[in-house]
């Protein structure tokens, strides 16, 4: 069965430094990832999603996340952190192809916290 | 609508008493996914619509509950019996292509 490990429970980053969320994953084939942010009182958001193709990927307010298929990981990061993007983010994995689009794996979740 | 809209947003349910959580997903959309979000946990996958055919309800918990959309369109999860262990939020999801929209959930808390 799929997994996904997100080791951080949060990250402390200073506002304009740079923002690392890791995630690790586990699938038995080639592995469908995404990331999902959520604020408080809302609901879950997408950021981005690996399928195929190139490692790096470029997604919503400025995030990217890094595919790495030797080390298991699809970290999430952004050069320049903003204060608002405080929030929590979390890591999915759907391993293809037996499952639909949208039954994903989640992991616990990291909060980030932007100080100004 | 403009987004997955819940409802309601709040329940307080007493143990043992039904409940019942809507979903109107985005207009069009034709797949429908609840979700399951325990403090302090990611989401947890409950059941999958296509249209009004429900694929897959392999996340479900129990037989306490139960997850329908007649009609292809609004959704309604029902929690018979509630215990406290239900306690969570629940989250509806729609998708067209493939991106999954969220709703902001029902939070259901059991007495």
């Known amino acids: 069965a799929q997994s996904v490990a997100q080791p951080e429970d949060q990250v402390n980053v200073a506002e304009g430094n740079p923002l690392t969320v890791k995630c690790t994953y586990s699938v038995s084939g080639n592995p469908y990832l995404f990331w999902y942010v959520q604020y408080p009182n809302r609901g879950l958001q997408f950021l981005l999603k690996?399928?195929?193709?190139?490692?790096l990927v470029k997604g919503s307010y400025g995030f990217e996340a890094e595919f790495n298929k030797s080390q298991t990981s699809f970290h999430l990061k952004k050069p320049s952190a903003l204060v608002s993007d405080s929030a929590l983010y979390f890591c999915a994995v759907r391993d293809p192809p037996t499952d639909s689009w949208g039954k994903l794996q989640f992991g616990a979740g990291t909060q980030v916290v932007v100080t100004p | 609508g403009a987004g997955v809209s819940q409802s309601p947003r709040y329940k307080v349910a007493k143990r043992g008493q039904d409940v019942a959580l809507r979903c109107d997903p985005i207009s069009g959309h034709v797949s429908l996914f609840w979700y399951q979000q325990a403090l302090g946990q990611g989401p947890e996958f409950l059941t999958y619509?296509?249209?009004?055919?429900?694929?897959?309800k392999s996340g479900l918990p129990s037989d306490r509950f139960f997850a329908e959309r007649p009609e292809g369109s609004v959704s309604t999860l029902k929690i018979q019996r509630t215990q406290q262990e239900d306690s969570a939020v629940y989250l509806c999801a729609s998708s067209h292509t493939g991106e999954l929209f969220f709703g902001e959930g029902s939070r259901l808390t059991v007495l």
């Open positions: 690996y399928i195929t193709g190139d490692n």
């Open positions: 619509f296509q249209n009004e055919a429900q694929l897959d």
